[in-house]
């Protein structure tokens, strides 16, 4: 299968029955990239969004000081080890609409990444624009399998707890295709597998559990494929497939015995086969998709929904058995705060695990986080205010050494502004975006 001191194609993909399994980044495909975007030399560039509802603890977040060497308060703690990736940035503000008491959980997630807030006519009418991760996507997505992935923890809401007079599209996703087009996000991590992996070809539920039952592992169907591939490999490729397909079985595994507690069990509201008990399982699975797709460049576009506004979930298993949103609602009441800040805690420790995922995992001359920048926040500030001003914002990813600052911009800077900028270091210059009235004096992250 492989012939020595000859390049293997960059996509070179391990097929199997009703799966295909794309490879990583190896130093045997290095010869095929001369003078291509994608090298070691000048890897790909890639674009992350992760989005944390109903607002933040903004005392226990803002650091203290600007520049570098600048504080981590407790729900910022768990970022400490990755400083040298990351910039706090403060000072930047959500898009406005005319009416500003209404709607403002529905803004919240709909100007995030398009710089317009939510519009609506009695919640029959969709408005809002083009979201950055899309213009992202229409670029990169050129060279990759899949344009973008959309993904969340919650479930569509089409009834239940969304802003009045405003349609459920607005708090149920932060993507969007065109003015009127709200991209649906996947909660399901076996859709989003196969999605990535392949499957039986067709979304009908009997055929896919009968091709599972038959090929009870995607890995099992390629075995032998990937025994060829190896043995034609130097060292450092072995060990580097071996720990890629170890991942990819690992992750199937979790996925596996989800569906098998679910079967066992009621079905919880909004919960459908595959999707796991505790929110902290169900977010290490996506992340873990996520950091899938980057490894193999089936896509190089993600946006992530921790959470749908106005969520109700509860987060027993950090002790905290209340809901989300009412406790957002805390009057400056100690004990709603003393909950509000554990979530947001909740929320970071978990991305901090995702960032020692990529920045453990190999690429081309550095880790996948050197070569991704991942913008980390919320459409609001102060929750119990609905604060669209001062948002929490989190800019991650880059050679290490090029972030480690807290940025505090001008009062009035839009949000947008720094769509603009990200978009320009992702090969994408864009004029205008939403309310954006210029570029961020931000200096590159060096994710080329």
């Not at 130093?27 to 003078?35: E, I, K, L, N, S």
């Amino acid at each position: 299968m492989i012939i020595t001191r000859k390049a293997i194609p960059r996509r070179t993909v391990l097929r199997g029955l009703g799966a295909s399994l794309a490879l990583p980044l190896l130093d045997g495909m290095v010869p095929a990239f001369a003078g291509m975007q994608d090298s070691p030399a000048n890897p790909v560039r890639r674009l992350g969004i992760v989005y944390v509802p109903n607002g933040m603890r903004m005392e226990h977040w803002t650091p203290s000081i600007e520049g570098a060497g600048f504080d981590f308060g407790e729900v910022l703690r768990p970022l400490e080890p990755f400083r040298d990736h990351l910039r706090v940035l403060t000072g930047l503000d959500g898009a406005v609409g005319t009416g500003l008491r209404k709607g403002v959980h529905a803004s919240a997630s709909t100007r995030f990444l398009t710089g317009v807030p939510a519009t609506s006519a009695d919640g029959a009418e969709l408005l809002a624009g083009i979201s950055m991760d899309q213009l992202a996507a229409r670029e990169l997505g050129r060279h990759t399998q899949l344009a973008s992935l959309e993904l969340a923890l919650d479930g569509r809401d089409f009834t239940g707890s969304c802003d009045d007079g405003f349609s459920c599209a607005f708090t149920n996703t932060i993507a969007w295709a065109n003015e009127t087009t709200p991209l649906p996000m996947e909660n399901n991590p076996r859709v989003v597998f196969e999605r990535l992996f392949g499957d039986s070809g067709t979304t009908d539920p009997v055929v896919r559990r009968a091709r599972r039952r038959k090929d009870a592992s995607l890995l099992d169907s390629v075995t032998e494929r990937a025994a060829q591939l190896q043995r034609g490999l130097g060292p450092a490729d072995r060990s580097k497939l071996t720990q890629y397909l170890d991942a990819v079985r690992d992750l199937e595994r979790r996925i596996q015995k989800a569906e098998e507690q679910t079967a066992r069990e009621l079905p919880a509201v909004e919960q459908p086969p595959g999707v796991p008990d505790t929110l902290g399982e169900h977010a290490r699975m996506m992340f873990d998709l996520q950091a899938l797709a980057y490894e193999t460049d089936l896509t190089r576009v993600t946006t992530f929904m921790i959470g749908r506004e106005i969520t109700g979930r509860t987060y027993a298993e950090i002790g905290v058995p209340d809901a989300h949103h009412p406790i957002s609602h805390h009057q400056r009441d100690p004990e709603k705060l003393a909950k509000l800040t554990k979530i947001n805690r909740y929320h970071v420790r978990l991305f901090a695990e995702f960032l020692e995922r990529l920045r453990s995992t190999p690429d081309g001359d550095g880790s996948l986080l050197d070569h991704v920048l991942i913008v980390y926040g919320a459409g609001m500030s102060e929750s119990n205010s609905h604060r669209p001003q001062n948002l929490p914002i989190l800019l991650v990813g880059g050679k290490a050494g090029t972030g480690g600052r807290h940025i505090k911009y001008a009062e009035g800077t839009p949000l947008a502004n720094l769509h603009l900028s990200l978009l320009d270091q992702m090969g994408v210059p864009v004029e205008t975006l939403g309310h954006s009235t210029g570029r961020l004096p931000i200096e590159p992250l060096s994710v080329g």
